[in-house]
């Protein structure tokens, strides 16, 4: 069962910039976590977080940072938690001018 839900989600998040790059244990976090803040959001507004709306996801240590088109970027941490980027902000403390 496990390996055909792994087959599912390599061919539903394939478009999705930088998934195919995370190993397994991201993707698992990414996957939970993203299921987690989908059913957080009221259901008029759930469309715009949908699967299609990910720009890109980036992963790095026990951090996936994901990019949404509409501008929102919130970073998927251990445990099903998230927290919502301002990417100004973001950019900002990587480049050291914040």
Request: glycine share 6%.
């Amino acid at each position: 069962m496990v390996k055909v839900l792994n087959m599912f989600r390599e061919f539903s998040m394939k478009r999705i910039k930088g998934y195919n790059k995370l190993p397994n244990w991201q993707k698992d976090l990414f996957d939970a976590t993203y299921k987690r803040h989908l059913s957080s959001i009221p259901i008029e507004e759930r469309t715009n977080f949908a699967e299609y709306r990910i720009k890109g996801i980036v992963g790095e240590r026990s951090v996936i940072k994901v990019y949404f088109d509409n501008g929102d970027c919130y970073f998927y941490l251990p445990g099903n938690q998230w927290v919502k980027v301002s990417v100004d902000k973001f950019q900002a403390i990587r480049s050291g001018s914040f």
